[in-house]
């Protein structure tokens, strides 16, 4: 039995069914914002970006969110030498992010037992695996921090997978040393969330007119036919982040 297709992955044009796509780029986000607040009151370990936020929350005086917006802005800049492109779903990932996991750190009760904390943690992983393939097949772009990866490793030569490796090293013992929790939620968050997004994300990439009839593999040969290679939005395992 041949084995299928991958879902189209190519950025498309934001005039390209608004109506459908946007609710789901928002929608994903929110959902992305929420699943970091969530892995933040469980107290059990964050990703490696997340690490960073909370060692740079204890360290100042921003919040969560305002830290992960200043970052993302931060790394944009970072494109520059690397000829990176930043698109709507770019700017709309650091927005949405910023004010999502604010929203879900000022809802949800802390010092919570052990218990409670490990349904958050899972909660918290299973619906960022969702939210990345809810977002990311929306189809709008990538957010900062995988931009930078993908181009990165465009510029170097390098496998993304080494590129992602370094920078994810790198930003989790920065984070560490700032103070941000690192724990089993950190090393679940790094085994699964990949695995969850490819799961998920048949469901909700978002195929051009012809390939919607004829599947993943038609889908791809539409978008090929329809003009100039898109550049790829972004990797599934997400910032993830994003």
């Not at 936020?53 to 970072?78: D, K, N, Q, W």
């Not at 993304?160 to 103070?179: N, S």
Request: charged share 10%; glycine share 14%.
């Amino acid at each position: 039995m041949p084995r299928p297709s991958p879902p189209p992955l190519t950025c498309l044009p934001l005039a390209e069914q608004p109506r459908r796509r946007l609710p789901q780029l928002f929608i994903g986000l929110a959902l992305y914002g929420f699943s970091l607040s969530l892995m933040v009151r469980a107290s059990l370990g964050v990703n490696p970006w997340s690490v960073l936020y909370e060692g740079l929350e204890h360290r100042t005086s921003l919040s969560f969110g305002t830290i992960s917006a200043a970052l993302g802005a931060l790394v944009l800049l970072l494109w520059i030498p690397l000829k990176q492109r930043p698109t709507f779903g770019t700017v709309a990932n650091i927005v949405v992010l910023a004010y999502s996991s604010d929203l879900g750190l000022a809802l949800l009760p802390q010092h919570l037992g052990l218990p409670a904390r490990a349904g958050l943690l899972v909660g918290g992983v299973l619906l960022n695996g969702l939210s990345v393939a809810v977002y990311v097949g929306a189809r709008f772009g990538p957010g900062p921090r995988d931009g930078l990866m993908t181009g990165a490793s465009t510029a170097t030569g390098h496998s993304l997978r080494l590129i992602r490796t370094l920078v994810e090293l790198t930003v989790l013992a920065l984070g560490w040393l700032l103070g941000g929790t690192v724990g089993v939620g950190t090393v679940l968050y790094a085994l699964a969330v990949g695995p969850l997004a490819q799961f998920f994300l048949p469901w909700f990439v978002y195929r051009s007119g012809a390939g919607r009839g004829a599947g993943a593999g038609a889908s791809e040969g539409a978008d090929a036919d329809a003009g100039p290679p898109r550049r790829p939005c972004a990797t599934v395992h997400s910032e993830v982040g994003a």
